[in-house]
């Protein structure tokens, strides 16, 4: 089955700095990939998501790229705040409505 | 809207004993699906539900069963409970199973086994 990979484990950035996180998947026809949020106590949150028909996807602080020949798509976040600190887990699917997870990576901003 | 409501939040179980979740989505979505959270294994895919009927499977043991209503709501089932079952149970429901748009997540069903 697919699997996702997830770096690094744990980020650590300064309040207005950018934040990178890097998803690997293995299976080809895998065509969506969303990325979600997870605040302690909740359950993820879907926060962006991209096709495998596009390259780029941007919503206000947050971006999400997809590199399909080399099987990686990358989670942005730019001018971090204290808010954005949790585990963002990114996912992959064939659209057959079932989500490959990646083991997440804590993100810390630090004020 | 109202979201995906789980109950209960949380649960204390003894080796050996059963227990139901339960789960209903989102008004209008009819898929539901169900994962098992932990710190070691992540996010792991337990089965989905569309329309009454189970249409994916993971790779869990036969211990762990669903079931979905004609209103959409959703129950899992776990017997035999063991001290690996503790976990957050997450229901995830989504609009519609041919084009996937991805979940709206519940907040978890926290069970500890003892």
């Not at chain 1, 997830?6 to 990325?35: M, R």
């Not at chain 2, 059963?18 to 932990?38: A, K």
């Not at chain 2, 669903?66 to 776990?78: I, P, T, W």
Request: proline share 4%; aromatic share 12%; net charge positive.
């Amino acid at each position: 089955g697919e699997n996702v990979e997830q770096h690094p484990s744990t980020l650590s950035v300064q309040e207005g700095d950018s934040a990178v996180i890097k998803c690997t998947y293995s299976d080809s026809a895998s065509n969506y990939f969303p990325w979600y949020k997870q605040e302690l106590g909740k359950g993820p949150q879907l926060i962006i998501d991209i096709r495998s028909n596009v390259g780029e996807k941007k919503d206000q602080r947050i971006a999400v790229t997809l590199n399909k020949t080399a099987k990686h798509f990358s989670l942005h976040i730019t001018e971090t705040q204290p808010e954005d600190s949790a585990v963002y887990f990114c996912a992959a699917s064939k659209g057959n409505n079932r989500l490959a997870f990646g083991k997440g990576n804590q993100v810390v901003v630090i004020p | 809207k109202a979201g995906v409501t789980q109950t209960p939040r949380y649960l204390i179980k003894t080796r050996g004993q059963q227990v139901t979740l339960s789960c209903s989505p989102i008004s209008g979505h009819r898929s539901v699906s169900w994962y098992q959270q932990t710190p070691g294994q992540g996010l792991q895919f337990l089965f989905e539900y569309f329309s009454e009927t189970q249409r994916n499977k993971g790779n869990f043991p036969g211990r762990f069963s669903g079931r979905q209503f004609s209103n959409s709501r959703s129950e899992m089932n776990v017997s035999t409970l063991e001290l690996g079952d503790s976990a957050l149970y997450l229901c995830a429901s989504s609009f519609d199973s041919l084009s996937f748009y991805g979940y709206t997540f519940g907040s978890g069903t926290r069970l500890t086994v003892v």
